[in-house]
């Protein structure tokens, strides 16, 4: 079955301490974006990534980091996480051969207290 | 002017209604459009592409006006389940730069009531 997977689904921290949310697709897609979404503001990019090794800011990049080291696997990391980074997190893969239709994970709700 | 603008709503309905949303693009140069639809606290899904002939999915229809750049969601019949946010979507297309970023407006409230 074709599908984005994310961990963990919830979480909850405090702030400053590193935490990552694992991302994969199985669909052998190139392109794959972070997203957060927040009431009144939509889906805004985080972070996206064109292949492995290339890894680009998009809307909303700071306080984050990515890394894309192989296709599958895209990665989502909070060095120091800060309360305004409370959000529900969508990873995305994009197939460029159907007019870039995008496939979602299902969320990473993430409370930083 | 945003780049992607949808009424918000929301919009309720009874069952059985006939509902449509529009949304405009800034960008004339946009390539694709598309409808998803987000569930709260869900993952968006994909509804439908735009083409530009428009095109239509059971009860469902979207259309595609490029002079005046909207597009537009029509559901007939209403049901219950279709209670959503409707997104609307428009990529520029290509591949140079950050071209395959989809543009995502903020939604559209659908209640559809018994």
């Known amino acids: 079955e074709a599908q984005v997977t994310q961990n963990p689904r919830y979480l909850i921290t405090v702030t400053g301490k590193k935490l990552t949310v694992t991302c994969s697709q199985n669909?052998?897609?190139?392109?794959m974006s972070w997203y957060r979404q927040d009431p009144g503001l939509g889906l805004r990019q985080i972070y996206y990534?064109?292949?492995?090794?290339?890894?680009d800011k998009g809307d909303v990049p700071e306080g984050y980091k990515v890394s894309r080291k192989e296709k599958r696997n895209f990665p989502l990391i909070l060095e120091s996480p800060s309360p305004n980074q409370t959000s529900l997190y969508f990873c995305?893969?994009?197939?460029?051969?159907?007019?870039?239709?995008?496939?979602f994970g299902p969320g990473t709700r993430l409370t930083v207290l | 002017r945003k780049e992607v603008e949808q009424d918000p709503g929301p919009f309720n309905v009874p069952e059985g209604a006939t509902v449509a949303f529009n949304c405009t693009y800034s960008?004339?140069?946009?390539?694709?459009f598309f409808w998803y639809r987000q569930d709260c606290r869900k993952e968006p899904k994909l509804l439908m592409s735009?083409?530009?002939?428009?095109n239509e999915d059971g009860r469902f229809t979207a259309q595609l006006n490029r002079a005046s750049q909207y597009i537009s969601l029509l559901i007939r019949d209403s049901k219950l389940s279709d209670s959503a946010t409707y997104l609307c979507?428009?990529?520029?297309?290509?591949?140079?730069?950050?071209?395959?970023?989809?543009?995502w407006g903020l939604g559209t409230s659908l209640a559809v009531n018994p």
């Open positions: 995305a893969s994009q197939n460029h051969y159907r007019g870039n239709e995008q496939f």
């Open positions: 669909m052998n897609h190139e392109y």
């Open positions: 990534s064109m292949n492995v090794e290339v890894t």
């Open positions: 960008n004339s140069a946009s390539q694709s």
């Open positions: 735009v083409y530009s002939s428009g």
């Open positions: 979507v428009v990529n520029m297309g290509g591949n140079a730069g950050n071209n395959r970023k989809l543009i």
